[in-house]
């Protein structure tokens, strides 16, 4: 049991060679941290011996705290209730307002069960307690995960979780591999792989986390799906289990939303056992490190008639070159580069000549999970937002009670809340319907919430950068997930489709079904 001491007790301890303060009802004794303080000992002995704790939340997160717990020496006997430290266990639900879906916050769900509410609180603990403490350094560092950050996540089912249901769960067992919460492999739906991907998207360091696994999220189902038996059961479990780590690679210098303009070239050699690939591709997340690469070739003429889909392993004649991006090189964005690579035929992933449809059948998915994270890390954002706003005082109120900080939460959360329930009801109908009904009713549906939740980040993203000021722009401090968010902004409103794309796509969509008889 901690030790507890009273106010007079802490002020005897208020000299330089004897200094005690108080944050949050915690005592720490600072005498020997003094001259390591980052800003100097002058910043801590206006306070000694007494309540530094408005000046510390107006510098620092708890985070600091946590780093610095072994300075705690006790609690004040008149603190009530638990310090922030003791509410920062890993895993916990957040009681801030709207810094949750509703149904975590004690509403009903038409959606979600308690087989979700145990599958996020799992997952959440996993990410916090066993990625979470690398990823200040790694990001900051630009360092990419490491091979047990994969398998770490592979063996307790993370990487599997976030490629959603079907036939390749029924594979985990064999593996070796269990869902977290207890969730059994038939159970998992497409709410289960939404919790995957937010639990992700929630952790303030975009670049590091889009390294865990973003390549894989997308470079993963083609196989799953346009893969013979043999290239599947070869390739799927080692990277299911992280041993192995995937890529897609469609995007060149020639062409990113413009698919249907890919130059590098598929050509058989002459005893028709290989595809002999060469040209570039760039923007590839993932690719730095990756050791498949899913990647879109020209085997036929001009257009989309002529285009294949290949797996592809890093080989003689293959090389990447990171390219630093305005998040972090952590997330392992790579310049890919084929020279004359040696591929067999049986790597081909679908016909050939008929890759655009096999990427075009993985767009919809791409495009939801992007909503999913982007959703997530904009409702991150808020809560940052509300705790700020109820911690920093101006004027000798709180931001909270200030009216034009209230009108801009109002705005952020309305917003939020609005683009959550489409993507909830986008995920019912993805639970309900079959992925062929899937690709032919939902394309314009998912175009148009990636445009809107995308548009909904950017206004969040400018608001909280109000509402932080200088903080918001500072990689450091309370407010450094915000200024990660701030940093990362465009990102998903430029991958899997620009927001012009989404936009004119969901329209066209629309059009296909409106009635030609339709008047005012």
Known sequence: MSKTFTKEEVARHNTVNDLWIIVDGDVYDMTKFLKFHPGGPGLIEPFAGGDATEAFFDMHRVDVLIKYKRYKIGRLDSAKGPSAVELHQPGAISQVPY??????????????????????KAT???????LLPDMPLYNKQGKVPSQKHFQKMGINGILASRIGPGPHM??????????????????????????????SARLGYPGFQDGLGAGLVIGLPPLLHFGSRATVAKYAPAVFRGDKRICLAISEPFAGSDVANIKCTAKK????????????????????????????????????????????????????KSIKTSYSPSAGTAYVTYDKVLVPVENLLGKENQGFRCIMYNFNHERWLIVCSVVRGT???????????????????????????????????AQVESVYAWLEN??????????????????????LLKYQSTRVALMVADQAAQIFGGRAITQSGPGHKVESFIRAIKYGAILGGSEEIMSDLAIRQAMKQMPTNARL
């Open 99 to 120: 810094a949750e879906n509703n149904f975590e916050q004690g509403f009903k769900s038409a959606y979600m069960n308690e087989g979700h509410r145990r599958f996020r």
């Open 426 to 447: 986008i995920t019912y109908q993805m639970c309900k319907m079959s992925y062929r009904e899937q690709s032919l009713k939902l394309a314009g549906p998912i175009a």
């Open 170 to 199: 029924k594979m985990l067992s064999q593996m070796g591999i269990k869902l977290l919460g207890g969730v059994k492999p038939e159970e998992f739906d497409y709410f289960h792989e939404m919790i995957a991907h937010e639990e």
């Open 124 to 130: 959440r603990e996993f990410f916090e307690r066993e």
């Open 269 to 320: 050699t002459a005893d028709g056992k290989f595809y002999e690939v060469s040209g570039v591709k760039k923007w590839i997340t993932n690719g730095v490190f990756s050791d498949l690469f899913v990647t879109a070739v020209r085997t036929g003429g001009p257009g989309i008639g002529g285009i294949s889909l290949l797996l592809i392993e890093r080989s003689e004649g293959l090389s990447t």
């Open 379 to 413: 409702r991150q954002a808020v809560e940052e937002c509300m705790r700020w706003a109820n911690q920093r005082k101006v004027f000798g109120k709180t931001l909270l009670q200030q009216p034009v900080i209230r009108a801009k939460l109002a705005e952020m959360i």
